[in-house]
């Protein structure tokens, strides 16, 4: 018997089969309004396609390869049917190529497709219209400023018409048309069984967005890129890529060589200028703006490895706890003409190379160690008084930076709730350490990116790790609900004990165990506990609490991101720990998590849904994780009861 099969017992839970629900919905996510038929159609080999913006016209067929071109051409109408084209070549590839048979969604051994000999109704052409002209921000939009809604209609006669405002809702169009398609196992030809189909669709939230850190851990820029991939297929918009941490450096800076040469892991395992723009450019055909993070004052001792002048409290051993939140300690030194004159170096060379593919720039913040400017020089206190005007002077120093290269910037929320920073009102605030930091953020006016640290938020570990107590560490790991590295026991080891005397950490749980599966990440949204009703979305139950917002505010509110910290992922398991979880986030960012009556959609025809989903991102190269075994697909599914 499984441990998984003792708990069920014990807790007596049970399972009860559901009646077999056939794949009539199963995208992802869900459109915000999607009927369908149950007529067959299928797709010829010589499918093309013809996109029109306007009075202009150009026709696409499956010749030629798009993808990633070496350079962005300047924005003109040409650009526009570039990036479409591009998304057309995949969209193509996809339908035709995916091999994806159902046969895990229906009963075992049951003739489950259409006959595959007779009178056929093809698909040969598709007809796309853009009815709007891209605006010169299309390619690096802030939140908002792309209309990213699309129409998508399929007749019983095999016609196909897909209408946008903007190229971006193409592209969001075509991903959705990828999956209304399923391989036939005996001729290998592709079909749809949904005919008449009639989709309208847009998202609730501008912005959608995945925080990879590629510091703790190296990701090659393939599989970034492979990353940005799986987020385009789910409708995610922003690639957050947290680039530098106290354990490594792997960012090239040409003006100073010296942070990569010697802060990444190993010679070649940094990114290249050239690499950079490539991840970047990559996303911009995909619809998914990457934009980066430079983390500071905190989270910098690697700099020490190249200039340990601009440094305070570097790795202090044994008793790093005190001075960071994880090891190595150290922190950029607040009040040295040095660290200036270093910033200027790295702005000058960084900004201007980052700032044509992403309108943002984030410049971190958190979790600042007061007690590591009490071994600082130029400081020698931690007292709030002291540090806060010394926090603003730097903050303002990077934010006029990232304004003269173009960019917005953003900020963790520290700066703004816990050191009191005066931000500009263009400065875009991150939240992660709860809802009430969400209303908090609105309250004082700025725009915010939101976060919970018991939902969607994995950061580095809390005190009940760092000062060794163990209760603490189980009460929030019971409040947790949505940590992506969450679950997979300490990276850091316990410390010796004498013969005989039992670890405090036995069993080695992580800070925030047990594994949050994706019905618990589905459960949360921006709008959460928040005492507004914001059109389409509902408030949760009333055992919620609620915090209080000005009214009309929830236009600050751009939209979230989910975070994956890579001190126990790189790239051997980072998709099945990321996938298909953030699949669920990129479902409650896009359609929300309540249906058209504002109840809270049902996790069982969720479920329905986001199994064959996970199939279709296997089967497109992502080593996703399960949401079910074969025996609850084949049965309908499993639901739990008692």
């Known amino acids: 018997m499984s441990p998984s099969s003792c708990i069920f017992i014990c807790t007596s839970i049970v399972f009860f089969l559901l009646l077999h629900a056939p794949l009539t919905s199963a995208l992802w996510p869900l459109p915000a309004s999607y009927e369908h038929g149950q007529d067959v159609l299928w797709v010829a080999r010589d499918l093309d396609f013809q996109y029109s913006i306007k009075n202009q016209s150009t026709t696409h067929t499956s010749n030629g390869t798009y993808g990633a071109p070496n350079s962005l051409p300047a924005l003109n109408a040409s650009s526009s049917y570039i990036l479409v084209q591009a998304a057309i070549q995949r969209a193509q590839a996809r339908i035709l190529n995916d091999s994806f048979v159902p046969w895990k969604f229906h009963p075992r051994n049951s003739n489950f497709e259409p006959a ?27 939140a908002g400023e792309v209309n990213e809604s699309y129409t998508l209609s399929i007749t019983t006669q095999g016609a196909v018409e897909i209408t946008a405002v903007s190229s971006i809702g193409i592209l969001r169009a075509l991903e959705t048309f990828t999956q209304l398609f399923y391989q036939h196992s005996l001729t290998s030809e592709v079909y749809c069984p949904y005919a008449p189909i009639s989709i309208s669709d847009a998202p609730k939230f501008a912005h959608r967005g995945l925080n990879m850190d590629v510091a703790r851990n190296y990701y090659p820029p393939s599989f970034i890129m492979h990353t940005i991939d799986a987020l385009a297929w789910n409708k995610f918009n922003r690639l957050h890529l947290h680039a530098t941490d106290a354990q490594s450096w792997p960012l090239d800076i040409p003006a100073l060589p010296d942070l990569s040469a010697k802060g990444a892991y190993r010679q070649g395992l940094s990114y290249t200028p050239a690499q950079l723009a490539e991840i970047q450019e990559y996303g911009m055909y995909r619809g998914v703006e990457v934009h980066i993070e430079i983390d500071m004052p905190g989270h910098t001792s690697v700099l020490a490895l190249s200039y340990p002048e601009l440094i305070t409290a570097y790795n202090i051993q044994p008793n790093w706890s005190t001075y960071a939140n994880e090891p190595p300690s150290g922190s950029l030194k607040l009040n040295s003409p040095a660290v200036y004159d270093f910033l200027h170096k790295l702005w000058a060379d960084l900004l201007p190379r980052v700032a044509p593919y992403s309108a943002y720039f984030h410049t ?26 010394l926090l603003q002077r730097l903050v303002d120093f990077n934010h006029d930076y990232v304004r003269a290269a173009g960019m917005t910037p953003i900020v963790w929320e520290e700066m703004l709730l816990e050191w009191n920073l005066t931000l500009g009102s263009d400065v875009i605030v991150q939240t992660w350490l709860s809802d009430e930091s969400v209303a908090k953020t609105v309250a004082k006016g700025h725009k915010v990116i939101a976060g919970n640290y018991n939902y969607w938020v994995s950061l580095s570990p809390p005190s009940c790790l760092r000062f060794f107590n163990l209760q603490p560490c189980l009460q929030l790991a019971n409040s947790s609900s949505q940590y992506l590295d969450c679950g997979h026991g300490s990276w850091v080891d316990p410390p010796p004990t004498p013969d005989g005397i039992p670890s405090p950490y036995y069993p080695y749980y992580d800070y925030c165990s047990p594994l949050k599966n994706w019905h618990l990440i589905y459960t949360h949204s921006p709008f959460a506990t928040l005492n507004f009703s914001p059109t389409n979305t509902s408030n949760t139950t009333a055992t919620t609490p609620t915090y209080n917002v000005p009214p009309n505010s929830s236009s600050l509110i751009l939209g979230g991101e989910v975070h994956i910290w890579s001190e126990l992922t790189d790239p051997v398991n980072f998709d099945a720990v990321v996938w298909p979880r953030a699949a669920a986030a990129a479902e409650v960012l896009w359609s929300g998590n309540t249906d058209e009556q504002g109840r809270n959609r049902s996790l069982v025809e969720v479920s329905a849904r986001l199994a064959p989903w996970r199939e279709r991102m296997v089967q497109r190269g992502i080593a996703a994780g399960l949401v079910q075994m074969i025996w609850c697909e084949q049965e309908g599914g499993c639901v739990a009861n008692g």
Do not use: C, F, M
Request: no cysteine; charged share 20%; net charge neutral.
């Open 116 to 142: 595959s000999n007779g009178t056929k109704t093809y698909v040969k052409h598709v007809t796309i219209k853009q009815n709007g002209t891209d605006a010169a921000s299309v390619l690096k939009p802030l």
């Open 364 to 389: 971190g913040g958190d979790e600042v160690n007061a007690n590591a400017y009490n071994l600082d020089d130029t400081v020698k206190s931690n007292q709030s008084a002291i540090l806060q005007p």
